[in-house]
């Protein structure tokens, strides 16, 4: 048997988010929640309060938001087979783009063309005037394949397993000239393609099979590849104090282009840190014992994570500058066991 999907499909994104943009198109938003607060000259803290929910300005044609929608392209091809006592193999082909994320412009900064300094605001009273629309400085897209063979769990036995193969891929096509802050640092919109942070091996199987005195045996094996994560680093060292300027109006902030932190090979999927791979079996016994009247006792014992795999999939921190660089962290639940009692009535 043979099976083919194509879809285009729309997703109209909610604006009321803490992002600025909860009146459009055009927003105006006050510091009260910045990575470089006024009130405090010290870089990567975060001011505790609510997000910019900003003020309304301009107009749109009908005075509705003509954007925040995103749109996907999906494709998939398959076949299958039937085999002998009622298990079939088979295989999947899928190709997803998404396309219209949600971005916009600054309209409220002025930058040195070649170092990204904050020179001063138009509009000083305020951080940002962000005009948002769908301008498609990145989009997506995820190729897989996918091979499943299944035997139907009915009769003595029964299992279902799958492995798949994906490649996810985030891709520029050019840099927002007044947001994004890489461009400075002579990384192109190529050196900021990435497709190998996703982990592209994965696998599972479940079966179970009958055994004598009405006991019944299950087993499950997941397993996932290590993430891998990109080298970050930096001009200064973390929490080094942001220049001041001095904006038109006499207002004085922190640079908020100071410092930024930037993949340590200028380019990503270069120089990466390689998460474990995570392996993980589950068993399952279950004895029923009948009783009269139509009732039953079911007793079973399961153990979690057998082996005690203990791979660690991500890292406290990616950036060389961090005491905390590279220190192990999410590590799989350690093995245990657990015994049940079930009365049915």
Do not use: C
């Not at 992002?19 to 870089?43: E, K, M, Q, Y």
């Not at 397993?161 to 000239?177: F, G, Q």
């Not at 590590?331 to 009692?341: E, I, K, S």
């Amino acid at each position: 048997m043979f099976r083919g999907t194509a879809q285009r499909s729309y997703e109209w994104l909610d604006l009321g988010g803490g992002d600025g943009t909860s009146h459009a198109p055009n927003v105006l938003a006050t510091d009260i929640f910045r990575a470089s607060p006024r009130n405090n000259p010290t870089l990567n803290q975060s001011l505790p309060g609510g997000f910019p929910l900003g003020v309304a300005f301009g107009d749109t044609k009908d005075g509705s938001v003509l954007n925040g929608r995103t749109y996907v392209n999906e494709f998939s091809a398959a076949w299958e087979h039937r085999l002998p006592r009622t298990s079939s193999i088979g295989t999947t082909f899928l190709w997803r783009r998404n396309w219209d994320y949600q971005s916009g412009d600054d309209y409220n900064v002025v930058r040195d063309p070649r170092t990204g300094a904050l020179l001063d605001r138009p509009f000083p009273d305020y951080d940002a005037v962000i005009n948002t629309y769908n301008p498609n400085y990145t989009w997506q897209q995820n190729r897989s394949v996918q091979f499943l063979y299944t035997k139907n769990f009915a009769g003595n036995w029964g299992m279902n397993a799958n492995y798949s193969y994906i490649i996810s891929s985030r891709i520029r096509t050019r840099w927002n000239p007044t947001r994004d802050e890489l461009q400075f640092y002579g990384l192109s919109p190529d050196d900021d393609f990435g497709e190998r942070t996703s982990p592209r091996h994965l696998a599972r199987y479940s079966s179970f099979v009958k055994l004598p005195y009405d006991v019944t045996l299950s087993a499950f094996y997941s397993f996932s590849q290590g993430g891998r994560f990109n080298v970050m680093t930096g001009d200064f060292p973390l929490n080094a104090t942001a220049p001041r300027v001095v904006l038109s109006n006499g207002r004085g902030v922190a640079d908020p282009f100071f410092n930024i932190a930037y993949p340590q090979a200028r380019r990503n999927d270069v120089n990466m840190l390689e998460a474990d791979d995570a392996h993980l079996v589950n068993l399952r016994i279950q004895k029923s014992i009948p009783l009269p009247g139509g009732r039953k006792v079911e007793l079973s014992g399961d153990v979690f994570n057998l082996f005690n795999n203990d791979a660690a999939t991500d890292f406290l921190n990616k950036d060389i500058r961090s005491s905390l660089y590279g220190q192990p962290t999410n590590y799989v639940p350690a093995r245990v066991g657990q015994l049940g009692l079930r009365v049915t009535f």
